[in-house]
């Protein structure tokens, strides 16, 4: 392989021809399968680069994967087969607008554990046939659920991976391998460490290496996938510019490892890992397009709504260099996995009626409609039989008589969903779930208000303490706080030697700390302390005090750093306590579940273990031995879930079950809520990387676009308004 060098890429011949590690592996598969005996010095021949033998190799690669000469070998647990609960596109009309083939899937778990059979499958069939599988490797939250039941394969399973050859994907420059954002460091935490991959066997970018260094290291790297045969698999994410790896937009197909810079948007969905986007690195190593491209067969994986319109242009836009994703479309066997989130903006999710004839159910009727009106920028009232017609609806207008009562009927819906406070719940034992402790008044402030007012007894579970949020200097402004008030506060000579002492270990910390390095315990335990005193500042606004507060500290989160541990049992037992304790009859949950760190997800994810308990629990007779429940004895109620959103996203009109509306006056009490969170106040630690506003901007733009939004369907007017999803079984 000749690396030009400009940009460490090859010349277009070597991305069209196997290289020599792959020739060679080529041609032993089908000297076997065809029973030849070897050909004297032919590895030479393939690590000369001869062009006759490329064409010659590159012929019985397309003859030894014919049926004739290799039949597919027995696949584990049917490990190809999509899902039941995945849309397959394969020659379906409904994915003629999708250009590489896409499956869709309603729990990102299932898809997680499907990627994962895909790659155990493919380990155990080159065991088999005593061959290496030789895998590429991402980083991100999107591929530790693959990651997670691989390990669980391989502890329960048995499932071996000593015949596994890895090439991650990418790496910071510079980068410690055992620094905190070290990619080294991710693969050994949440992959390598728990399998049996041997260390020789393992590839990561090098970002400990001198800068005259890097190119040959780009070149070696290269070499070394050629080595192994090149890729048999490599799992991709999608970044929110639509770079793979660090492909940066801009980055052409037959790019290969080499050193990048990092654009703006990278460094920004970056910033929170390493705690400001100063302290981000402005350059990477990363695999090339034409190496991800010269791979076997590729998965991408995406979740999140926050991932929708990228992906849209990813597959179904024609390839460019703007987004290198979209290059996929070219590759033979590449395969886009997405969550029903993910896949929002796709033609088939979002407009099914423009690709397919739609089995219409109301549901489905009132997306159609909502769609119409907004498009057309009509109320819903207004719209005539030709706004239908010309919009491809035919088939949803055939269902009714008269196209107005098919208008009437969503206009109605609609309009019984929006809930005044007299109309709301009251005197009801609810229980509100806040992952982090500004939650609850940033996504449901108005709803929390109406609650107090209704006379229910509310309990306030703050389930992290938020403490990696909090700024070092707010720490310092409370201890500068304490020293000057010693005098008021009549602290002893002791006491107050004792907290200088205290205080100066600290500051001597916060002068020689890294970027994003761990607090003492001491100093998380008083940021923690900061984000709960706010906390109950903010609750106080609501007219609730201390006493309706539970500060649940859920193990997962204590780690001190930005990437948080797995969710256990002991998590989802301090959420099933809790339910125990107070017995619900309404829990709010926070259902935007694409937060930067995904802690939403983690916490959601407790939530509905705990709930299965404990409504399960409920389920067996209340009486001794099994028997029927006595006169005194009442059934514990099963708790309606009210999912909310509002710090990072908001519910579309058509999924949302209830419309709270707010005054002007209800509005500026929530934010006068959401202003108790000082140390989150005009400069947040974690604000994420798609929305510059600040989180009471977010919550208040947010509940005037919904009022808006319903204003223009032709619904009453009001000044703001809070959508949620109700349920008994969260999804």
């Not at 707010?474 to 304490?482: A, E, G, N, P, T």
């Not at 204590?558 to 989802?572: A, H, L, Q, S």
């Amino acid at each position: 392989m000749r690396f030009a060098e400009s940009n460490h890429g090859v010349d277009s011949d070597a991305t069209k021809y196997p290289g020599p590690g792959r020739r060679l592996k080529i041609w032993n598969r089908f000297r076997a399968l065809c029973n030849l005996e070897a050909v004297p010095n032919f590895s030479r021949y393939c690590y000369g680069g001869s062009r006759l033998l490329s064409y010659t190799v590159r012929a019985l690669r397309l003859t030894a994967r014919s049926s004739l000469l290799e039949p597919p070998p027995p696949r584990a647990m049917d490990s190809y087969a999509p899902p039941a609960n995945a849309s397959e596109q394969a020659t379906r009309p409904d994915t003629q607008h999708e250009r590489v083939e896409t499956l869709i899937f309603d729990d990102p778990a299932e898809m997680a554990h499907r990627v994962a059979r895909r790659i155990a499958t493919l380990i155990e069939e080159r065991q088999a046939v005593d061959q290496q599988a030789v895998l590429g490797l991402p980083t991100g939250s999107t591929p530790i659920g693959v990651y997670q039941e691989l390990i669980r394969m391989h502890r329960e399973d048995g499932l071996d991976f000593s015949n596994v050859v890895t090439f991650n994907l990418d790496e910071y420059y510079p980068m410690d391998p055992s620094s905190l954002q070290s990619y080294h460091r991710f693969m050994d935490e949440n992959f390598f460490n728990h399998v049996n991959i041997p260390a020789d066997q393992i590839h990561i970018p090098r970002g400990d290496i001198p800068p005259d260094a890097v190119e040959r290291h780009c070149v070696e790297y290269e070499h070394e996938i050629e080595k192994a045969g090149g890729i048999d698999l490599m799992l991709l994410g999608i970044g929110r510019s639509g770079h793979v790896g660090f492909n940066e937009p801009g980055s052409g197909r037959q790019t290969r490892t080499r050193q990048v810079i990092l654009d703006e948007i990278t460094r920004k969905d970056a910033a929170s890992d390493f705690f400001g986007e100063a302290n981000v690195p402005q350059e990477a190593i990363t695999m090339g397009v034409g190496t991800i491209l010269d791979c076997d067969e590729i998965v991408l994986m995406a979740t999140g709504e926050h991932k929708a319109p990228i992906v849209k242009r990813a597959v179904e836009k024609p390839p460019s260099r703007e987004v290198t994703a979209s290059y996929l479309q070219d590759h033979p066997n590449a395969t886009f996995y997405l969550d029903r989130a993910a896949a929002g903006e796709l033609t088939r999710e979002k407009m099914p009626w423009r690709v397919r004839e739609v089995d219409w159910t109301d549901q489905k009727a009132k997306r159609a409609v909502i769609w119409l009106s907004e498009t057309l920028d009509t109320p819903i009232p207004r719209l005539e039989a030709s706004d239908y017609y010309q919009n491809q609806l035919h088939s949803l207008v055939h269902r009714y008589d008269d196209v107005d009562d098919l208008a009437r009927e969503v206009f109605e819906d609609l309009r019984q969903r929006i809930t005044y406070r007299e109309n709301l719940l009251s005197d009801e034992r609810v229980l509100i779930f806040s992952p982090h402790p500004d939650d609850d008044v940033i996504s449901m402030g108005g709803m929390f208000d109406k609650l107090v007012s209704n006379g229910n007894d509310i309990t306030v579970s703050y389930m992290t303490n938020g403490s990696v949020a909090v700024f070092d200097a707010d720490v310092r402004r409370y201890l500068r706080f304490i020293g000057l008030s010693s005098d008021a506060l009549n602290m002893s000579p002791e006491d107050l030697s004792g907290f200088r002492n205290r205080r100066e270990e600290i500051e001597t910390f916060f002068a020689e700390k890294d970027p994003a390095e761990v607090d003492p315990s001491a100093v998380q335990t008083l940021k923690a302390h900061i984000r709960y005193g706010e906390a109950i500042a903010a609750i106080e606004v609501m007219g609730l005090d201390a006493d309706h507060a539970e500060f649940l500290d859920m193990p997962f989160y204590k780690t001190g750093r930005v990437r948080k541990d797995p969710i256990t049992e002991d998590d989802v037992d301090v959420v099933h306590d809790l339910l125990t304790e107070v017995e619900p009859t309404h829990i709010f949950v926070a259902g935007d579940l694409s937060d930067p760190h995904g802690t939403h997800r983690m916490c959601y994810k407790a939530i509905k273990e705990a709930l299965r308990q404990y409504n399960d629990e409920a389920t067996v007779p209340a009486g001794a031995n099994g028997e029927a429940p006595t006169a005194n004895e009442t059934p514990r109620p099963q708790p309606l879930v009210w999912l909310y959103r509002g710090a990072w996203q908001e519910w579309p009109l058509h999924e949302a079950d209830v419309f709270v509306p707010l005054s002007k006056a209800d509005l500026d009490r929530k934010v006068e809520a959401i202003f108790k969170h000082e140390s989150q106040k005009d400069r947040a630690m974690f604000p994420g990387a798609y929305d510059d506003r600040e989180f009471w901007e977010r919550a208040r733009d947010r509940n005037r676009d919904t009022a808006d939004a319903l204003n223009g369907l032709g619904l009453p007017e009001f000044y703001a308004a809070e959508a949620f999803v109700t349920t008994y079984d969260m999804p």
